[in-house]
């Protein structure tokens, strides 16, 4: 069974599209993430939910919205890409909010804008 | 949070025991130590954490002095599969769940 899962896996677009990347875990955390992984791999949060509530909001372009219909699903939608924008996003869940916990990595989203 | 410092590379060949060294000069009391392996095209994953002294599990041992501003991560008798980028992280006991990864180690293990 697989514990964190992504769609797509792979996802090429234009700029100016829309595009969303799912996740959703089965693990029964409480907590959930999403990384951005640039080209020269360097891993940055972007979000943090805990209980549908967003905790964490880094110096995201507001083109980035999350959302999380429910605990164990946390969507991300890009509004009108940029090329910058390429990168792979992964979705991770762990049991608390708390940094100590183990947190679960998806497989990841690579996301290439033309 | 506090900041990692640790070696951007580092190679090693089969069977051989492999030390990472971390060094996070200012970290806070309630910091704990943990580290994450990445292996290509694929999300991190946990492997060790600890406080202080010395931590043990099926992958790998984790010494942290006394003085705890470097943490040293020990893979014994590493294989080819063990090849990956490997992170050292700090982070507080509060609720916020950030952890910041560092540029990491990328092992490559030869044959």
């Known amino acids: 069974d697989t514990a964190v899962s992504q769609t797509p896996k792979y996802l090429v677009t234009q700029m100016g599209n829309d595009k969303s990347i799912k996740c959703e875990q089965n693990l029964g955390h409480d907590t959930m993430y999403w990384y951005k992984q640039d080209s020269k791999k360097f891993l940055k949060i972007m979000f943090s939910?805990?209980?549908?509530?967003?905790?964490i909001n880094e110096t995201v372009p507001n083109r980035f919205s999350p959302k999380s219909p429910d605990k164990a699903h946390l969507n991300l939608h890009i509004n009108s890409l940029e090329l910058g924008d390429s990168a792979v996003y992964f979705c991770?869940?762990?049991?608390?909010?708390?940094?100590?916990?183990?947190?679960?990595f998806g497989p990841g989203t690579r996301l290439t804008v033309l | 949070l506090a900041k990692t410092t640790q070696p951007i590379s580092m190679d090693s060949y089969e069977g051989q025991e492999v030390n990472i060294t971390c060094s996070h000069n200012n970290i806070a009391t309630n910091d704990y130590i943990t580290w994450y392996q990445q292996f290509p095209s694929q999300g991190p994953r946990f492997i060790i954490q600890?406080?202080?002294t010395k931590v043990t599990n099926e992958v790998a041992s984790l010494f942290i002095p006394a003085d705890r501003k470097s943490s040293t991560l020990s893979l014994p008798r590493v294989s080819l599969s063990d090849t990956a980028v490997y992170y050292c992280?700090?982070?507080?006991?509060?609720?916020?769940?950030?952890?910041?990864f560092g540029q990491g180690t990328t092992l490559q293990v030869k044959p």
């Open positions: 992280l700090v982070g507080d006991s509060g609720n916020t769940g950030k952890l910041i």
């Open positions: 939910y805990n209980n549908k509530e967003l905790i």
């Open positions: 991770a869940s762990s049991p608390g909010g708390a940094s100590y916990n183990e947190q679960f």
């Open positions: 600890g406080y202080k």
